[in-house]
């Protein structure tokens, strides 16, 4: 059994029942929306000219319906060397890393997120972001496999209670779309002996139930949203109805990489959990499309609080121009930037982390430049289990009798009256 169909079977699309298609007029249309499926082809979702062209060009015999069906997206999905080549120009180093792949994270991209790749330039962000190239293979000092102990601080499988007031509450091993520098590359895509189950699920939830100073819980995973409407809201339905769980919140990728997938019955699920909170995966502004704009916008209208989390990235969205007209575009969608992770130190990913100086410089660039609403968090997830350390240019100067002096984003130096500090 090969990693893709190991992954497909942990966390299969959803499987809607057929529809009654009773006709109106012998026109063998239906009278009403009788399926979900059939909810949300009443309600199309829009499609970009590029994605259009990309369709018609690779996927001939989809029709526009198939298209924003996000089920016919995950088993459409590239997954090897022959379907990479068919939509891009391989150089020889995506070539040979590709064919040389083994173990989990392996290919996988949504026909819709291959339409953004640049078919020709290998250096082109997103490209770089889910093609894989040799540097993966490259494993260099202070790497490893799990370098946030994960593993460690599992209280039970798939719940890592790090923080004493919330847990991290792993769903599932599988994502539409496999970034290249995931920091639980270990674990997704076929990962072995990491499974996933509803007994696992009631585990976690149990734990959570029987530990009352967890106020808070994040699905994450692999990718929450890949798994079916039913199932997910089984889940949430568990945990909301635990009395000392405040909220929950859902880490995901999904309405960037498959944007489809916010269906209509999806939003109406999710907005009875209410207060429901979402982290989305956004990496670079060439992500922030006229469909993901729909994905965000139907969430929001949702009630759900929307905020992104960026890792940075050498060469892919470490230049201030490329943050700002992100950061600028995700507040235009109702995303609150609110993370920019300094790259973990997950194995074979060298190729793609910076120092962390270059971090603070693109915060210093941010701050005073523009909102204070554009300027995300940077962080450390330190490795070792140690958690979230928020990092901060350097604007205290010193000290002068009772004044502190202090650093402003024009690079001056002003005086603020402290005189308790003693």
């Known amino acids: 059994m090969d990693h893709e169909r190991e992954a497909a079977e942990a966390e299969p699309p959803s499987s809607e029942p057929p529809s009654s298609r009773s006709s109106a007029a012998g026109l063998g249309r239906p009278l009403f929306p009788a399926t979900a499926t059939d909810r949300e082809r009443a309600a199309p979702f829009p499609q970009s000219e590029r994605s259009r062209d990309f369709r018609r060009r690779f996927f001939p015999q989809a029709s526009a319906n198939d298209w924003n069906d996000w089920r016919w997206q995950l088993r459409h999905r590239i997954r090897d060397l022959a379907g990479l080549a068919r939509v891009i120009r391989l150089s ?10 083994t173990g989990p994270l392996p290919v996988g991209i949504t026909p819709y997120y291959a339409s953004l790749l640049s078919e020709t330039d290998p250096q082109q962000p997103l490209r770089r972001t889910h093609v894989p190239v040799n540097g993966e293979y490259l494993r260099t000092d202070g790497e490893s496999d799990d370098p946030l102990g994960e593993d460690h601080d599992a209280a039970v499988p798939g719940v890592v209670h790090r923080y004493p007031d919330r847990v991290l509450f792993l769903t599932s091993g599988f994502c539409s779309t496999y970034c290249r520098y995931c920091t639980r590359s270990r674990m997704v895509g076929g990962g072995g002996e990491y499974t996933f189950s509803l007994s696992q699920w009631q585990r976690g939830i149990d734990y959570i139930a029987a530990n009352p100073q967890i106020r808070d819980v994040l699905l994450s995973g692999g990718d929450p949203l890949t798994i079916a409407t039913e199932k997910l809201e089984w889940l949430l339905s568990r945990l909301r109805a635990i009395p000392h769980v405040e909220f929950l919140r859902i880490g995901t990728k999904v309405p960037l990489v498959l944007p489809q997938r ?16 979402m982290s989305l995966h956004v990496t670079h502004p060439d992500e922030l499309t006229p469909e993901v704009a729909e994905s965000t916008a139907r969430l929001a209208d949702a009630g759900i609080p929307l905020g992104s989390q960026t890792v940075l990235l050498r060469g892919i969205n470490d230049d201030l121009a490329t943050m700002r007209t992100m950061m600028h575009g995700l507040l235009k969608l109702r995303v609150k930037p609110y993370y920019l992770y300094q790259c973990d130190p997950i194995s074979g990913s060298a190729h793609f982390r910076t120092s962390v100086q270059t971090g603070l410089d693109l915060i210093a660039g941010l701050r005073g430049h523009t909102t204070g609403y554009a300027v995300p968090q940077f962080v450390v997830d330190t490795p070792g289990g140690g958690g979230k350390i928020a990092l901060l240019p350097n604007n205290v100067v010193g000290r002068d009798g009772d004044d502190l002096l202090l650093r402003n984003f024009e690079g001056n130096i002003y005086r603020y009256p402290d005189p308790q500090h003693r």
């Open 262 to 277: 916010v269906t209509r019955d999806l939003t109406r699920m999710l907005r009875r959990y209410h207060p429901l909170w």
């Open 92 to 101: 020889e180093d995506e070539r040979s890393a590709v064919a040389g792949h």
